[in-house]
């Protein structure tokens, strides 16, 4: 009767997610992309997703393609675009006619409010974006002498992350900047997948879990 | 006198880093900053991914994909560094535990606000990051950009033409030919490259120039740009 | 037959965890509940102080005064737990990663709202601690009681009389002579000590009852309370 | 030029908390009480303190020695009064006798509170207390059917938590559940001190720290 988490592909870990699902995946600056399981996701075809994913276009992830086979219907994100010059990606031709919906927050009004679906919070003041276009038309209010914009809780239905070690209870350790996203998207969505490097048969110590398998529904172990 | 190169902007700005600072430095011009820190002071750089004490770039044979800084680039951890997720990483953004943020930008206005991102980019998505955080919230923001546009405008203005990244918010801009604070009645000149006079100065400039009493040369060592 | 004992009443609803559930277990008669829950079951008992993973009670030779749950109590940690603080652990349960919590209570209203924390003790300031935040958040809120008061009178009411924790939240409640759950309409009997009858019972209670159709016996073990 | 956090003794530790503060002090159930600290601050005697912090009478903790002499105006609080049925608390005296003031939240409003104040958010709405009486006179607005509370964040001058090991960074492990409100209170105050069991004289690992030195102003090594 022991909780068994583990998935034995990636299609069966991303089973379930289906049309017009909220889809958060994790990733920043290179690192933390479950690239496997957005192949998996690919390759299962739901339709109308929303991606919360902090970059529509980075080059080492493949939300591209999900953009590209015309499954999503809106992105949020704190960045529609890359860096570089190069020809336009997925996301910029969909976006130049029209046919993808876009919101747009800065990165850490986006994280607070994957943070805040997890934590309960449906909607919270920060000061950030006070002032600028990206507060247009949300509620501002004045505490102790200063201005703050409300902004709301992004729910999502499944997040797909990477992280290094998993145990059976779904605990995870992250390496170095692979976390970020992560913890956060994992606690605000109702099915959480774990892409990891390697599986441990012995409990993560109590001390180096960095997120609570409390969060994590299952595990597809993709190797290195 | 030449206007000053990145690298000499980079180590003017350095020259202001105080010892036991968290700092967050901007994508581009910024991070260069951390190479004129003295060795040894215990200078905290914060990176929005979450790294607490990024150290010098990776070499090629350390490098490791997940240890990446906000700009992609491999780097290294310093001595007394930890690593925390994006929620927490914002968090002591927004809650005021960086001393300073170093950014780049298009225009700053005398009130201080800050134009740095824009979504106005022919037929591209915005990009806005961490920007607006850091701007809002870091206990002090300061500028690095060229004095004047490629083609010769201000960048130093009465108000922003840009979108806005934060109102209020700069302290000081470093230029390629001077440093200012920005200040309740406006910009405040501290420093001007030699051979720049102040007329001129004022000339290349959108808004009203006030000069401090102990205004001075902006002098710094000649530093090589890399080749291309 | 005798009205349930609290380690008969923690029996019953011990019979009620399923296997791989996040349950929070309050003070007193609840965390009991845990020693009658299969062994082979992984259930994650969660404390709001921040472990996430609630043993059994420390051997006095084990205990570690660090290592307590929130009622103090020297715990140990079963494999696979993990220990985080105390934002994080109310971030997990108000934002309804908590399964189940059981609570004591002193009244709930037949919509489901719950009284189970007091401000009246003369002279002494309120305690609230952690209830109101798992009694609005948890999936499911079980509320563990004796059917009446010391002095006969109905804890199950139609409103209630005392200070609320939270409202609409009752899902099951588990007497000493009964077993109900709170619906749209009111409370359902499922399981009714023999030997009382629904006559009885409702006179007992403080507000309408129905009656399941597989309403049944509420039969426990013999489990006798350890000496004074 | 190396950053020297420590300090020799408690004394130096809480030196220039002044009259008025508000002051955190972690510990719960027991744990992660920084006793010696408060000890220091108990003889160094400012005045017309707000305490915030779990339990305003602990018996483990030496909060109630602020209280019985006089330096408190105010707690913050989500416990008022201990389980037992001893005699009055200096601090259940002085309550009876309405010569301080309480202010008592719901637990998770009171650490979410603290922690929106070392995030920069001035206010955040919560389900908790919803008609009760601990919502008396807050705001309330709905979200999506269901009803929340506005509650404000909880801003500290000084920060006195127990902690396990540190080094020169300040950066802190914790030993199990003494965690608990030190992380939270070190980010929303202005001054942090932490009570440490041992200090290591390399850095701590960086997967091992638990919280960031960036958030503590000082460290004394009490012991065990």
Redesign the interface.
């Known amino acids: 009767m022991a909780i068994e988490k583990r998935r034995a592909t990636a299609a069966e870990a991303v089973a379930g997610i289906g049309d017009g699902a909220t889809v958060m995946l994790s990733g920043f600056a290179g690192a933390g992309f479950a690239n496997q399981l957005v192949a998996a996701l690919l390759d299962l075809g739901p339709r109308n997703l929303t991606l919360v994913v902090n970059s529509a276009t980075h080059r080492l992830s493949n939300t591209h393609e999900l953009i590209a086979a015309g499954m999503v219907r809106k992105v949020i994100c704190s960045a529609a675009r890359g860096h570089d010059k190069s020809a336009l990606s997925a996301f910029e031709v969909l976006y130049k006619e029209g046919k993808i919906e876009l919101e747009v927050l800065p990165q850490g009004t986006f994280v607070e409010s994957i943070r805040a679906a997890g934590a309960g919070i449906p909607a919270y003041f920060t000061p950030t974006a006070f002032g600028t276009d990206l507060a247009a038309g949300k509620e501002v209010r004045n505490f102790d002498g200063r201005d703050y914009v409300l902004e709301k809780s992004i729910p999502g239905d499944a997040a797909l992350i990477r992280a290094d070690v998993a145990d059976r209870w779904g605990n995870l350790t992250f390496h170095h900047a692979q976390m970020n996203f992560g913890p956060a998207m994992a606690t605000a969505s109702k099915l959480v997948v774990a892409e990891v490097r390697a599986f441990s048969d012995t409990p993560i110590p109590p001390e180096q879990v960095m997120l609570s398998g409390v969060f994590v529904d299952r595990i597809f172990v993709a190797g290195a | 006198m030449k206007p000053l190169n990145r690298l000499q902007m980079a180590w003017r700005v350095g020259q202001d880093i105080e ?2 600072m ?1 700092v967050n430095l901007g ?1 581009g011009m910024p991070v260069g900053v951390s190479d004129y820190v ?1 060795q ?3 200078v ?1 750089v ?8 990024v150290g010098p770039l990776a070499s090629a044979n350390a490098a ?9 680039r491999k780097v290294t ?1 310093r ?9 927490a990483s ?8 960086i001393d300073v943020t170093i950014l780049g930008a298009f225009e700053v206005a005398s009130n201080g ?1 800050l134009a740095n991102w824009d ?1 106005r ?1 022919p ?11 850091l701007a ?2 870091a206990q002090a923001v300061w500028v690095m950009m060229e004095h004047n546009t490629r083609k010769g405008g201000p960048r130093l203005l009465e108000a922003c033409t840009l ?5 209020r918010c700069v302290k000081r801009v470093y230029t390629d030919i001077a440093v200012l604070s920005v200040m309740p009645q406006g910009f405040l000149v501290h420093e001007i490259l030699p051979g720049i006079s102040r007329v001129e100065l004022q000339r290349r400039t959108g808004a009203p120039l006030a000069f401090a009493p102990d205004c001075k040369d902006l002098i710094t060592p000649d530093i090589a740009l890399p080749e291309a």
């Open positions: 010892d036991g968290v994508l003295p040894d002071f215990d905290v914060q990176s929005e991914n979450g790294i607490i004490g490791d994909s997940d240890l990446v800084d906000a700009g992609s951890l001595a007394g560094a930890t690593i925390i997720d994006s929620a914002f968090a002591m953004i927004r809650g005021g535990h606000d979504n980019i037929d591209k998505g915005p990009l806005v990051g961490g920007a607006m955080d809002a919230s979108p806005l990244t934060a109102v």
